[in-house]
């Protein structure tokens, strides 16, 4: 993008940089907004006690990698942050800069940032819109982590003097080790899905047996959690959305099997563990391209070799994108192969 589609981008991710927006823009943002037509409490509370110390206040000179699969909840809970930090009086909000850095087109593909783009906004923030100001920033890299060298331009900004905050729903140990190695006390902070036994906690009133069955179709995401409790099970959008943004994990722009195909495929194969060549067999694929499918999957913190897939809405995704080709798997079977 040039210069001047990226300032657009930026502005529009970035409201609180308008003195009459400082306040307001958290009553229209889209991802606070779509969390508060379905919002499960104790995931929200969860998240806001992980990130606390970002949002007491800036903390220049850090880097913070906030990891876990799609659906969980990280970019709700770091606009959390960023709504704590512009509200206070003390800190100036032009030093606060969101980059999104992923999209879902109307079309439900993702669209995403070159690296170049990323580059080009964290090392000269100003030439791409961001508002002059005196204080290190702190610049939150919204889902960055299927861009090539982001630990590279997160270093960058660090060494800077720069707070930097980072979600992604995929953590390549390779980016990984090439970011603590120019960043030693780089912290990573995992949000999960809920697991069924914290989702007994949160309704003590619920008969066990009835909160196992609803939790084997819904999972353990905060959004399906909170459709499922307001209208009956979850809904499509959020489907279409997690499928969108599982293809993009894992296939990475490549052509790829489809979302469904795949966890069907896995759902079919898995026995006590995960088996390359019996899912290879059925994928009509080399064990090499299993094999890089499967690293991708544990990379976008969707499956466990040893436990299976890590939530239960992912064994009936495929029945729900494609109702008329995959049957949903039963409650055994999702109860014994979920992480």
Same mark, same amino acid.
């Given at each position: 993008?040039?210069?001047?589609?990226?300032? @657009? /981008?930026?502005?529009? *991710?970035?409201?609180?940089?308008?003195?009459?927006?400082?306040?307001?823009? $958290? #009553? %229209?943002? +889209? &991802?606070?907004?779509?969390?508060?037509?379905?919002?499960?409490?104790?995931?929200?509370?969860?998240?806001?006690?992980?990130?606390?110390?970002?949002?007491?206040?800036?903390?220049?000179?850090?880097?913070?990698?906030?990891?876990?699969?799609?659906?969980?909840?990280?970019?709700?809970?770091?606009?959390?942050?960023?709504?704590?930090?512009?509200?206070?009086?003390r800190t100036d909000p032009r030093r606060v800069v969101l980059v999104p850095v992923q999209r879902t087109e109307p079309d439900g593909t993702v669209a995403q940032w070159e690296p170049a783009d990323l580059s080009t906004t964290v090392r000269t923030p100003t030439r791409t819109g961001a508002p002059a100001c005196d204080d290190p920033r702190v610049l939150?890299?919204?889902?960055?982590?299927?861009?090539?060298?982001?630990? @590279? /331009?997160?270093?960058? *900004?660090?060494?800077?003097?720069?707070?930097?905050?980072?979600?992604?729903? $995929? #953590? %390549?140990? +390779? &980016?990984?080790?090439?970011?603590?190695?120019?960043?030693?006390?780089?912290t990573v902070r995992r949000l999960h899905p809920a697991s069924m036994s914290e989702v007994l906690l949160a309704q003590p009133g619920g008969g066990t047996q009835d909160v196992r069955s609803a939790y084997l179709r819904h999972g353990g995401l905060p959004r399906a959690l909170a459709e499922h409790r307001d209208l009956g099970d979850v809904g499509d959008?959020?489907?279409?959305?997690?499928?969108?943004?599982?293809?993009?994990?894992?296939?990475?722009?490549?052509?790829?099997?489809?979302?469904?195909?795949?966890?069907?495929?896995?759902?079919?194969?898995?026995?006590?563990?995960?088996?390359?060549?019996?899912?290879?067999?059925?994928?009509?694929?080399?064990?090499?391209?299993?094999?890089?499918?499967?690293?991708?999957?544990?990379?976008?913190?969707?499956?466990?070799?040893?436990?299976?897939?890590?939530?239960?809405?992912?064994?009936?995704?495929?029945?729900?994108?494609?109702?008329?080709?995959?049957?949903?798997?039963?409650?055994?079977?999702?109860?014994?192969?979920?992480?």
């Amino acid at each position: 993008m040039r210069n001047s589609e990226l300032a @657009q /981008v930026l502005r529009a *991710a970035n409201p609180w940089w308008s003195r009459r927006r400082r306040a307001s823009w $958290v #009553l %229209d943002d +889209a &991802d606070l907004a779509t969390r508060a037509r379905h919002e499960w409490q104790p995931a929200t509370q969860a998240a806001r006690s992980i990130l606390a110390d970002l949002a007491a206040g800036p903390r220049p000179g850090t880097v913070t990698v906030v990891a876990g699969p799609r659906g969980v909840g990280k970019t709700t809970a770091v606009k959390d942050v960023v709504a704590h930090l512009v509200a206070d009086p003390r800190t100036d909000p032009r030093r606060v800069v969101l980059v999104p850095v992923q999209r879902t087109e109307p079309d439900g593909t993702v669209a995403q940032w070159e690296p170049a783009d990323l580059s080009t906004t964290v090392r000269t923030p100003t030439r791409t819109g961001a508002p002059a100001c005196d204080d290190p920033r702190v610049l939150v890299l919204d889902e960055v982590g299927a861009v090539a060298g982001w630990p @590279q /331009v997160a270093a960058h *900004a660090f060494h800077r003097g720069d707070q930097v905050v980072v979600t992604t729903s $995929v #953590l %390549d140990p +390779a &980016d990984l080790a090439a970011l603590e190695q120019e960043v030693p006390a780089a912290t990573v902070r995992r949000l999960h899905p809920a697991s069924m036994s914290e989702v007994l906690l949160a309704q003590p009133g619920g008969g066990t047996q009835d909160v196992r069955s609803a939790y084997l179709r819904h999972g353990g995401l905060p959004r399906a959690l909170a459709e499922h409790r307001d209208l009956g099970d979850v809904g499509d959008e959020l489907v279409r959305w997690l499928a969108a943004g599982l293809h993009h994990d894992v296939c990475r722009g490549e052509g790829g099997c489809p979302t469904e195909l795949l966890l069907a495929a896995l759902c079919a194969t898995t026995d006590r563990f995960v088996e390359p060549q019996q899912l290879a067999r059925a994928l009509r694929l080399s064990t090499a391209e299993v094999a890089r499918l499967l690293a991708r999957l544990e990379q976008a913190h969707l499956l466990d070799p040893r436990r299976g897939l890590v939530d239960p809405l992912l064994h009936r995704l495929p029945s729900l994108l494609a109702p008329d080709r995959y049957a949903a798997p039963s409650a055994q079977h999702i109860a014994t192969f979920s992480h």
